[in-house]
């Protein structure tokens, strides 16, 4: 599967707590139903990095709704939430900010750009050249943004909601590998199939408009509370020295694939087992089986490999390696 099915509906947990925080995500997932048809993975994958305090990097040809479903994610928090639109002259100064001088003081002040926020929405982040791109890499892995050799910390919860075309597609820049790294979680963001097609057909036409989310009855459901309380529930959720083992073996197997010139990094196993874990909990359970992993491999890995040039012009694709790594890595019992 190209990225985890849908947060089971009902499911308890065994500390009540842990009910109430998997009972507001699943709100979460609610109202943003209300907006987006269709991609459930998606927005399963949103929870996911939510929990796990990671960022999502959304592929798919104009007109999927990945920007939609990014703000109904923003309009169901009670987040501070920012926009920016990646054009080709974006500087990196207008996403983290830049010193300003005042001639009233005759001294220099910081203006915070757009990545000071809770949930920073950078759409079409492939349409601007790698020097802005990398403007994000400090802020993404250190949660912090460095202007004239001052660390200034972002807020917490901090999460890049990121959407892209497509590389082949026109106007595109490639996202360079040590950004790529950065995001925890690459969702694919297919089709819609002929049933929810219409759906979204008939929501316009009984009046949608997908530019005033409000008019769709989305509300806030969740905040930092919620958030803190569900991860907390997370990192109590238990990681047998198996599934540890079988995540190891599941990256070192990419990195001896012959179509791989790159395979997955140990930063990339500590990514997966994070989301098996965030996934384990989301489902109902305090353990992680050998499932979990393989529901999150996909979406937590295919970004982090790099094709040979033999093997891409073969049509070997990133999913079909890791596919294939998951049907040859022995599953622990």
Known sequence: MSAPPPIPAGTTGTVSGDAAAR??????????AKAVVGQDPAVTGLVVALLCRGHVL????????????????????ELDTKRVQFTPDLMPSDVTGSLVYD????????????VFTNLLLADEINRTPPKTQSSLLEAMEERQVTVDGTPRPLPDPFLVAATQNPVEYEGTYP?????????????????????????????????????????????????????????????????S???????????????ESPSLSLGVSPRGAT???STARAWAWLTGRD?????????LALPTLRHRIQLRPEAEMEGVTPDSVITAVLAHVPVPR
């Open 23 to 32: 009972a507001s995500l699943e709100a979460l997932r609610s109202e943003i």
């Open 58 to 77: 959304l592929e798919g040809v104009p007109g999927m709704a990945k920007t939609l479903l990014v703000r109904a994610l923003a309009a169901s928090l």
């Open 103 to 114: 001639a009233r003081t005759a001294e220099f002040s910081f203006q915070p750009g757009p």
């Open 175 to 239: 996202l360079p590998e040590a950004q790529l790294d950065r995001f925890l979680l690459k969702l694919t963001v297919p089709l819609p199939s002929r049933d929810d097609e219409i759906n979204v057909l008939t929501r316009h036409a009984d009046g949608f408009n997908p530019r005033d989310l409000h008019t769709a009855g989305i509300r806030p459901v969740a905040g930092p509370a919620d958030l803190e309380a569900a991860r907390i529930a997370v990192a109590r959720t238990t990681v």
């Open 241 to 255: 020295p198996e599934i540890a083992g079988y995540v190891v073996d599941i990256c070192r197997a990419t990195r």
């Open 271 to 273: 990514a997966l087992l």
């Open 287 to 295: 353990y992680v089986t050998p499932d979990d992993v393989k529901a």
